[in-house]
């Protein structure tokens, strides 16, 4: 499966932007949806994830009162709504599939897309 991601972009301190990841077919095998972000010379950071199933979200902590992640399983698409962004979220967004609920390690999500610029001004 091919994931998509599109909605990067520059905004300044405390503004929003809406990411969006539509996958290329029907995904039976992977059940977790979710975003990852990447700074260069750091590892990849978990972002916030869902149930492709239930619906049910977790969060880093680092974002959990500031961003958002919902589904459209009509569109298979998924999206993160980040609000209140701030400069230190200024990395390359990638969303992912995954088959465990709750994981935040990049060894759990078995599909990448190819990312997003998210720039965050202060």
């Known amino acids: 499966v091919q994931l998509q991601a599109s909605g990067g972009g520059k905004v300044q301190a405390g503004g929003s932007l809406k990411l969006s990841c539509a996958a290329s077919?029907?995904?039976?095998?992977?059940?977790?949806r979710g975003w990852f972000r990447q700074v260069p010379g750091k590892e990849r950071e978990f972002v916030a994830g869902?149930?492709?199933?239930?619906?049910?979200?977790y969060l880093a902590d680092s974002v959990k009162d500031r961003f958002s992640i919902s589904r459209d399983n009509a569109k298979n698409t998924w999206t993160l709504q980040m609000n209140s962004l701030k400069p230190e979220d200024t990395a390359v967004y990638y969303c992912?599939?995954?088959?465990?609920?709750?994981?935040?390690?990049?060894?759990?999500?078995?599909?990448w897309g190819q990312g997003t610029q998210v720039t965050v001004s202060s």
């Open positions: 992912v599939t995954g088959f465990r609920w709750g994981s935040h390690r990049t060894a759990d999500f078995s599909s």
């Open positions: 869902l149930s492709w199933w239930s619906g049910a979200a």
């Open positions: 077919k029907v995904i039976t095998n992977n059940f977790v």
